[in-house]
């Protein structure tokens, strides 16, 4: 079913054009069909949820979008261009940032350090340089180091940037990495599952800091969640799949009402 394109509006926040378009992707692993024919679009400054059952192709969008995979058909529009062949360091310059379903922190390292890892393809000068910590690399640290404090703060993190991550309990372990994937100043930010494994208290902090990340910094967000109530709750839009098959488009109330979502979630025989 294909839904209407929104004029969302929401507190203070226009939605702009699309800025991220996925035509007609299809992806397998040998036999395996991940995503089937899937087209849909990611309008500027919205926040975009990708929902379906397990194994119905989401983490595989996102490998996709982020140039993990390169799918066996279909196109991607970045900002009005078609983006080849692209790698995940590629997508990663282009302003794509994200995190993963399983944490993917360097647990040995402090929440500072882990957050620093983030501002990589932000580092200027040369690796000599930086060895010597010598003038511009010098000023460069000092320049990366501010933001990942700005960050840090953000997230409400000051008590724990010296603590190595392991020693976190698994809520503020998310939460640091998308410190990480903040500090890289994404244009669209990927959370794969940001709330999976969290307490209800964990979960309202996390849908805090991704609608301030929104709303203070303009980022655009695509989301998996399983998590109905907070999917419904902030996103402006919601693509459904299925199987690797794209069954629902639209806003929250649209997608909600589709019967082949509902059957899906219901777990009627296909
Ligand atoms: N690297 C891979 N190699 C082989 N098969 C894969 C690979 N990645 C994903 N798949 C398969 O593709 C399908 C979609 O997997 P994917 O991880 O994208 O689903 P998902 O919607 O993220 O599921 P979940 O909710 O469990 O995270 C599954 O059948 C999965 O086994
Ligand atoms: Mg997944």
Not at 3 to 17: H, L, Q, S, V
Not at 38 to 52: D, L, M
Not at 159 to 178: D, N, W
Not at 239 to 268: C, F, H, M, S, W
Request: aromatic share 6%.
């Amino acid at each position: 079913m294909q839904m209407n394109e929104p004029e969302a509006i929401t507190a203070g926040r226009k939605i702009g054009d699309v800025i991220l378009d996925m035509r007609n992707i299809s992806l397998s692993f040998g036999g395996v069909k991940a995503l089937t024919n899937i087209s849909f679009n990611v309008r500027e400054h919205e926040i975009r949820a990708i929902i379906g059952p397990n194994g119905a192709g989401k983490s595989s969008m996102l490998n996709v979008i982020n140039g993990v995979y390169r799918p066996q058909q279909g196109e991607i529009v970045y900002r009005g261009q078609q983006r080849k062949n692209m790698d995940c360091y590629a997508a990663a310059k282009s302003g794509i940032a994200r995190t993963f379903q399983n944490i993917a922190l360097f647990k040995g390292m402090t929440v500072l350090d882990n957050i620093m890892t983030g501002r990589n393809l932000k580092m200027k000068s040369n690796f000599l340089l930086q060895a010597l910590y010598w003038g511009p690399a010098q000023r460069e640290e000092i320049e990366h180091r501010r933001k990942c404090e700005e960050v840090i703060d953000f997230l409400e993190i000051q008590h724990i940037r010296k603590t190595p991550v392991g020693r976190l309990p698994y809520g503020l372990q998310k939460r640091v990495e998308l410190g990480r994937a903040l500090a890289a100043e994404p244009q669209i930010l990927l959370l794969d599952e940001p709330m999976a494994g969290m307490n209800v208290e964990e979960k309202q902090d996390m849908c805090r800091f991704i609608l301030d990340v929104n709303e203070q910094f303009g980022t655009t967000i695509v989301l998996i969640e399983h998590d109905m109530g907070v999917v419904m709750d902030i996103s402006d839009r919601v693509v459904v799949l299925d199987y690797g098959k794209k069954i629902g488009d639209g806003t929250p109330d649209e997608v909600r009402t589709n019967q082949d979502v509902i059957d899906a979630y219901l777990g009627v025989a296909h």
